[in-house]
């Protein structure tokens, strides 16, 4: 089955620096990659996904990549804000139409003023 | 409109008790899933139902566990004879609205504390 490894497990980063989290999965079948944002004791948020027909996606501070030839996707977060601070999960999925995800094992993101 | 609710939000049972775990997946969403997150790590998954019928239940970790969906909408996981190995977060999540039918929502979880 898949497996998704995430590094690193936990980032600080100053107020207004950009952050990067990586990702690698297994399975070359995998074709859907979202990023969740999980507050302490809070439900776990979808912030952005990508498709494999596709290299890269943005949405404001938030943007993310893919490789496929080197089963690799990152998270890009610019201009930090404390707000941003929470554990992050990639997560993969084989199908991309109602299919299980595996997730990472999540890093936590510190930013700091 | 309302997201996934679940229900309880917290569950303190005794080893070797049955428990239930109630999820209310988003209107018309027709996929709901079940994971399991244990502290420190990512969600885990446990089944996912396409309408009424489990579609892929390959995460269940053995036969105490059983999930069912009768009308398609909400689901209920259920566990007997809990283990304190059980203990974990249960969260439940859903898909297949208008628009990307990839995108899971998930509900608060259920913390599942097993004595």
């Known amino acids: 089955g898949e497996n998704v490894e995430q590094h690193p497990s936990t980032l600080s980063v100053q107020e207004g620096d950009s952050a990067v989290i990586k990702c690698t999965y297994s399975?070359?079948?995998?074709?859907?990659f979202p990023w969740y944002k999980q507050e302490l004791g809070k439900r776990p948020q979808l912030i952005i996904d990508?498709?494999?027909?596709?290299g890269e996606k943005k949405d404001q501070r938030i943007a993310v990549t893919l490789n496929k030839t080197a089963k690799h996707f990152s998270l890009h977060i610019t201009e930090t804000q404390p707000e941003d601070s929470a554990v992050y999960f990639c997560?993969?999925?084989?199908?991309?139409?109602?299919?299980?995800?595996?997730f990472g094992t999540g890093t936590r993101l510190q930013v700091t003023l | 409109g309302a997201g996934v609710s679940q229900t309880p939000s917290n569950k303190v049972t005794e080893k070797g008790k049955y428990v239930e775990l109630r999820c209310d997946p988003i209107?018309?969403?027709?996929?709901l899933y079940w994971y399991r997150q244990s502290l420190g790590q990512g969600p885990e998954f446990l089944i996912y139902?396409?309408?009424?019928?489990?579609?892929?239940d390959s995460g269940l970790p053995n036969d105490r566990f059983f999930a069912v969906r009768p009308e398609g909408s909400v689901s209920t996981l259920k566990i007997q004879r809990t283990e304190r190995g059980d203990s974990a977060v249960y969260l439940c999540?859903?898909?297949?609205?208008?628009?990307?039918?990839?995108?899971?929502?998930f509900g608060p979880g259920t913390r599942l504390t097993v004595l």
């Open positions: 990508i498709r494999s027909n596709v």
């Open positions: 139902f396409q309408g009424t019928g489990a579609a892929d």
């Open positions: 209107s018309g969403h027709t996929a």
């Open positions: 999540a859903s898909s297949g609205g208008r628009g990307s039918t990839d995108t899971q929502y």
């Open positions: 997560a993969a999925s084989t199908t991309g139409t109602a299919s299980k995800l595996t």
């Open positions: 399975d070359s079948a995998s074709n859907y």
